[in-house]
C-alpha cells in the first residue's frame, strides 16, 4: 500500500475524516495509555469539574490528526516528525470531531511538507496546531 508522493502533493490540498467519540473509545484510549484521569472515566468526580460532565482525552482527538496524515494525505509511506497542539475545547462522548489536515508548504529540497491541522466539533476548533511530514519521493 503506497501514499501519495511529494510530487503529488500542493499547497493548500486538504483531506479530512470525520468520528465520533463513544464510550468505548475513550475507555480504550485510557487502557492503552494508562491516563486513567478521573475527568475521562468517572462521570461523579467530571461532575464537580468545570466541565460538569465526563470529556474525551485530548490526544485522542490528536490521533485522528495522526490517522489523517498516516493514511490519506499523505497517507502510507510518510513519517511524522513533529506535531504543535493546541486544545481549545472539550470533546465530550458523543461529539462527532472532524480531522482535518491542509498542505501549508512543501520543503522539495528535504521532502517535508508542513501540514496545518485542526480538529472541530460542530465548526468550532477543539485542536489546531502544525504538522511536519517527511514524504516520499517518486523517483527514489
Known sequence: MR???LEDLSVGQSAELVRTV???DIVAFA???GDNNPVHLDADYAATTSFGERIAH???SAGYISAVLGT???GPGAIYLSQTLKFKRP????D???ARATVAQIDEAKARVTFATVCLVNGKPVVDGEAV????RKNV
Request: no cysteine; hydrophobic share 55%; net charge neutral.
Open 133 to 136: 511530514v517527511m514524504v516520499p
Open 58 to 60: 485530548g490526544m485522542l
Open 22 to 24: 463513544g464510550e468505548a
Open 3 to 5: 501514499g501519495l508522493y
Open 31 to 33: 487502557a492503552v495509555t
Open 91 to 94: 470533546v465530550r462522548i458523543g
Open 72 to 74: 490519506t494525505l499523505p
Open 96 to 98: 462527532a470531531v472532524t
